[in-house]
């Protein structure tokens, strides 16, 4: 039961924290997308938690195909939503630079999830064939991640820095009560 207990944990964390986030306001640009990213989330668990029933029934699941297709169909949809997420402390790819920057969140976040997605297509990519079994092609892949998240993170930075209208950080921080 501990899939399903934390599966339920985290849909009821995603679901509490846009209510006792400070700039909630905000949270209404983006309320759709962030639906769509919690149920996502809880179906991709629900989905592991079905195929660890399926093989203890005694199907055979090959976890080198089902793992990376699943993950990398959550990276396409997460890819698809980024775009539509707005300047937040609580969702996001966020840095310095992109906390203090509307532009360079909204270039960092449509970057990002043009990455994602095909990052998500390499993944499911990989499961298919078999590829995500192999050492080297896991490896390849990690460093296909940690270059499109270094690239990001470098370009959050080159954004915000000729941003005319970025604001210092500590105007980005919540309202003291």
């Not at 310095?96 to 297509?121: A, C, E, N, Y």
Request: hydrophobic share 55%.
């Amino acid at each position: 039961m501990l899939l399903p207990l934390l599966t339920l944990g985290v849909y009821l964390v995603m679901l509490l924290v846009p209510r006792i986030y400070p700039g909630r306001a905000s949270y209404a640009q983006f309320r759709g997308a962030y639906s769509v990213f919690r149920l996502s989330t809880v179906a991709v668990l629900a989905l592991v938690y079905g195929f660890i029933l399926l093989w203890i029934q005694g199907m055979e699941i090959d976890v080198t195909v089902v793992v990376p297709t699943l993950v990398g169909g959550l990276f396409v949809v997460v890819g698809n939503l980024l775009g539509k997420i707005r300047p937040s402390w609580f969702v996001g790819i966020k840095t310095p630079w992109t906390l203090t920057s509307k532009l360079s969140w909204i270039k960092k976040h449509r970057l990002g999830g043009w990455l994602f997605v095909q990052m998500g297509l390499i993944f499911i990519e990989m499961g298919l064939t078999g590829l995500a079994s192999l050492a080297w092609a896991q490896m390849a892949f990690l460093a296909i991640v940690a270059i499109c998240l270094l690239w990001l993170l470098i370009y959050s930075y080159l954004v915000w820095r000729s941003d005319p209208e970025k604001t210092s950080e500590a105007r980005t921080q919540p309202a003291e009560r």
